[in-house]
Structure formats: structure tokens, C-alpha cells
């Protein structure tokens, strides 16, 4: 009972409310990441997984109870509810509470890989899985690989709440095939990750997510310096067609390529739909 009542009270605290046509609806928070679904049948599942260890209630949308997990071990686990409405009905699954430990490899802190009933996200996966008071990060490596479904925008505070040393495969092919994300990548999406780069931190981060559009953000990078590590910016925005625009002339500003490797910043570009690759200083702050 005490678990319920915490949850409760954490929504309740975190909860915004404002009109719309005279009605009042909540507003997705910082404070809790919200998947929102496909239509989904009278008996279909939904399911995903978590390696992190922590705290978590799942509020899977459909009325019924809020589902506490203790998760005590960075093993990957998965999550799964079946859905009884008698249409098909698309629904709102909120995910709360916070981590308290995180896998040592490559497992990633949540992943919905390959879930083609993912539609929308919101919220902050930094609220749920923060950096720790050890310094520890999370990954999200392939955590919405192939979500072809996926429409909408990239929160712009997805990461709220990480910040710090990024650990190798952060964001490795975390949205690649995502296709149907649009609008911009958001200004300082990477702001709280700081220090040396890291091999893989962002290998095909955005791969084939051919409806972003506008520019690259200046500062999105702006938190690493030091020497570069090979495969850091391997295909990166690769195949982004929908991209416009030059590539910032400071996008680098911060880096050390004096011990410059190959693959460092393979096909970073290639196919996407920026102005030129090369625009004049683009890579003026890279030294060595």
C-alpha cells in the first residue's frame, strides 16, 4: 500500500493542468516519460524492457493498477501488458519513478528496439533514468531502433536530469530508422553531457531518420573537448535527406583531432540533405 500511495503522490505533485476548449487536461511533465501507442486490439500486448535497476511504476493507460516494480539487478527484463478494450484503442503509458544503478556494457537503460506500436513519446527519460551521485550514466543504445512508427518530435528535454561523462554507446543507433520523427532536432539535446569523447557515444545516433528537418543545432556537441575517439561520429546523421542548411561552422568547436583516427567521422553526412558538407571553417576549431 505504501508503494501506491507513493506513486500517487508523485503524480499528483508533478501534474500540470490547462485549458483547452474550457476543459481541463493534464500536461506531460519532466518528471515522467510517456510512450504513446498505436491502436492496439482487444488482446494485444505491449511490452519493453529495462536493465537499469531502481524503482519504477508502469501506468499502462487503460484504467487498470499502476504496476510497481523493484528491479535489484542491471539484467535486461521485459514488461509486458495485454489490453481488453473491445476496440482498438491507442494509449498513453507512463513510466515514473527512478533508477539506481546501471549496466556496466552495453545494455541500454530502457529499450522499445523493433516495437512498431510505438507512435509518440514525451517527457524526460533523464527523469527516470538520471546521472547518478557516483557520476554514473545511463545508455540508450538502439533504445528506439526501428521504431518505424514513431511520429513527432524529439522532446526537447529527453535528457533533463543527465549530465556529466558519457559512458561508450550512449546514444549508439538510438533513433536510427526512426523515419516518421519530424520537426527539428532540439537545441542543447546533449547540453548536460560533458568531457572526452567516447567510441560509439553517437554511431548512427540519427540513421535514416529521414523526416527531421531544419538545421543541426550549434551547441549540440558543445559539451565534449579533448581527443577524439574512432567511431565517436561514425554516421551520425547518415541518410537524414530531410535535413537543410549548412553544417555549423562551430559544430566542433571543442575537439582535438591531433591523434585523428579513421572512422572517427565516417559517413557522418552522407545522405543527408544539408547545403553543403563542408562550409568554409567547419572544421577550424579542430586542432592538431
Same mark, same amino acid.
Given at each position: 500500500?505504501?508503494?501506491?500511495?507513493?506513486?500517487?503522490?508523485?503524480?499528483?505533485?508533478?501534474?500540470?493542468?490547462?485549458?483547452?476548449?474550457?476543459?481541463?487536461?493534464?500536461?506531460?511533465?519532466? &518528471?515522467?516519460?510517456?510512450?504513446?501507442?498505436?491502436?492496439?486490439?482487444?488482446?494485444?500486448?505491449?511490452?519493453?524492457?529495462? &536493465?537499469?535497476?531502481?524503482?519504477?511504476?508502469?501506468?499502462?493507460?487503460?484504467?487498470?493498477?499502476?504496476?510497481?516494480?523493484?528491479?535489484?539487478?542491471?539484467?535486461?527484463?521485459?514488461?509486458?501488458?495485454?489490453?481488453?478494450?473491445?476496440?482498438?484503442?491507442?494509449?498513453?503509458?507512463?513510466?515514473?519513478?527512478?533508477?539506481?544503478?546501471?549496466?556496466?556494457?552495453?545494455?541500454?537503460?530502457?529499450?522499445?528496439?523493433?516495437?512498431?506500436?510505438?507512435?509518440?513519446?514525451?517527457?524526460?527519460?533523464?527523469?527516470?533514468?538520471?546521472?547518478?551521485?557516483?557520476?554514473?550514466?545511463?545508455?540508450?543504445?538502439?533504445?528506439?531502433?526501428?521504431?518505424?512508427?514513431?511520429?513527432?518530435?524529439?522532446?526537447?528535454?529527453?535528457?533533463?536530469?543527465?549530465?556529466?561523462?558519457?559512458?561508450?554507446?550512449?546514444?549508439? &543507433?538510438?533513433?536510427?530508422?526512426?523515419?516518421?520523427?519530424?520537426?527539428?532536432?532540439?537545441?542543447?539535446?546533449?547540453?548536460?553531457?560533458?568531457?572526452?569523447?567516447?567510441?560509439?557515444?553517437?554511431?548512427?545516433?540519427?540513421?535514416?531518420?529521414?523526416?527531421?528537418?531544419?538545421?543541426?543545432?550549434?551547441?549540440?556537441?558543445?559539451?565534449?573537448?579533448?581527443?577524439?575517439?574512432?567511431?565517436?561520429?561514425?554516421?551520425?546523421?547518415?541518410?537524414?535527406?530531410?535535413?537543410?542548411?549548412?553544417?555549423?561552422?562551430?559544430?566542433?568547436?571543442?575537439?582535438?583531432?591531433?591523434?585523428?583516427?579513421?572512422?572517427?567521422?565516417?559517413?557522418?553526412?552522407?545522405?543527408?540533405?544539408?547545403?553543403?558538407?563542408?562550409?568554409?571553417?567547419?572544421?577550424?576549431?579542430?586542432?592538431?
Amino acid at each position: 500500500m505504501s508503494g501506491f500511495v507513493k506513486l500517487i503522490l508523485l503524480k499528483y505533485k508533478n501534474t500540470n493542468y490547462e485549458k483547452v476548449d474550457g476543459v481541463c487536461v493534464s500536461t506531460v511533465q519532466e &518528471s515522467e516519460f510517456v510512450i504513446t501507442t498505436t491502436k492496439i486490439a482487444s488482446g494485444g500486448t505491449f511490452n519493453f524492457s529495462i &536493465s537499469a535497476a531502481g524503482i519504477f511504476y508502469i501506468d499502462w493507460g487503460d484504467g487498470s493498477a499502476v504496476q510497481p516494480i523493484n528491479k535489484t539487478n542491471t539484467n535486461m527484463e521485459t514488461f509486458s501488458h495485454t489490453y481488453t478494450a473491445s476496440e482498438p484503442k491507442s494509449y498513453d503509458i507512463k513510466l515514473t519513478g527512478q533508477a539506481t544503478q546501471y549496466h556496466t556494457g552495453s545494455s541500454p537503460a530502457i529499450s522499445f528496439s523493433n516495437n512498431k506500436q510505438v507512435a509518440g513519446i514525451a517527457g524526460s527519460l533523464g527523469a527516470v533514468f538520471p546521472t547518478l551521485a557516483d557520476g554514473s550514466n545511463p545508455i540508450f543504445y538502439q533504445t528506439f531502433y526501428m521504431c518505424t512508427s514513431l511520429k513527432g518530435s524529439i522532446p526537447p528535454h529527453l535528457f533533463t536530469g543527465i549530465y556529466g561523462t558519457a559512458p561508450a554507446w550512449m546514444f549508439r &543507433s538510438m533513433f536510427e530508422g526512426c523515419s516518421g520523427l519530424t520537426g527539428e532536432i532540439p537545441t542543447g539535446l546533449f547540453a548536460g553531457i560533458t568531457g572526452t569523447s567516447v567510441k560509439y557515444a553517437f554511431f548512427n545516433t540519427f540513421y535514416k531518420c529521414s523526416g527531421l528537418t531544419g538545421t543541426i543545432p550549434s551547441d549540440l556537441f558543445a559539451g565534449f573537448s579533448g581527443a577524439l575517439t574512432s567511431t565517436m561520429f561514425t554516421g551520425t546523421f547518415r541518410m537524414c535527406s530531410g535535413l537543410s542548411g549548412y553544417v555549423p561552422w562551430n559544430l566542433f568547436e571543442n575537439i582535438d583531432a591531433s591523434s585523428f583516427k579513421n572512422g572517427i567521422m565516417k559517413q557522418i553526412f552522407e545522405g543527408s540533405g544539408l547545403d553543403t558538407l563542408c562550409p568554409a571553417n567547419t572544421y577550424q576549431y579542430i586542432t592538431g
